[in-house]
């Protein structure tokens, strides 16, 4: 095979990656780490109508374990720009990325909605840019709803989860949290609250205000501790 055509075939092999996954990998002198986009709305048991913009959980998860796998990834950076979506698909993504050996830093470009808010903290490291929002509120459900507490304490116990492990990953108070998912001033019509970039570093929910150099600068620094 020519020098030509090998560059071709890992053009395309890139370009089926990124339209598959919204992923690359980035190869450079300080080190390989894979760059995965979790944007639109996080598609989980069900499937969402084909004009809504979705990230799939099933594409997602088999390729996280493969870069925590591959001797040759140094490293992990996940780009979100999401507004929430289903809480499971959500949930099961940010433990996988949580529970990763390999240095992981995330940037919330846009936003990092809802259920974006555990995917934001579960890197090691986590970036915002100024102008990105996160909206923290209670857990929300659709469908028929059985008027009984069961189906109450359910409901809550999942919104447990979540807080858990926001708290668990990030720098804010459980305290802090619960007063910010339960505001009644922010959201017109609605429970919750709006935080903009530097408002996310302030409460302690996302490590440092950044742009897409800050957070390939940190995953470098990362990849080259773990070398050693």
């Given at each position: ?29 300080k080190g390989k780490?894979f760059c995965i ?157 709006v935080l903009f ?32």
């Open positions: 095979m020519s020098e030509t055509e090998n560059k071709d075939e890992i053009l395309n092999e890139e370009y089926e990656g990124i339209k598959d996954l919204g992923g690359v990998e980035i190869d450079n002198s780490f986009s979790i944007i639109g709305q996080i598609e989980g048991h069900n499937v969402l109508p084909s004009q809504t913009k979705t990230t799939k959980y099933e594409h997602i998860l088999p390729k996280l374990i493969s870069v925590e796998e591959n001797e040759k990834i140094d490293g992990l950076l996940v780009i979100l720009n999401t507004v929430g979506g289903d809480i499971e698909a959500g949930l099961a993504i940010a433990e996988v990325i949580a529970g990763m050996k390999k240095p992981t830093v995330s940037l919330v470009l846009g936003g990092g909605h809802s259920i974006g808010v555990p995917l934001a903290v579960s890197a090691d490291v986590s970036f915002i840019v100024p102008s990105a929002t996160m909206t923290i509120h209670p857990v929300r459900t659709s469908g028929t709803i059985i008027g009984v507490p069961q189906m109450f304490n359910y409901l809550y116990k999942i919104q447990d989860r979540i807080i858990d492990f926001v708290v668990k990953h990030s720098n804010i108070e459980r305290d802090d949290l619960m007063e910010l998912l339960l505001e009644t001033d922010e959201i017109a019509n609605d429970v919750g609250t970039g530097e408002e996310a570093v302030e409460c302690g929910i996302i490590d440092k205000v950044g742009g897409i150099s800050d957070a390939c600068n940190t995953l470098y620094e990362l990849i080259k501790k773990a070398k050693k």
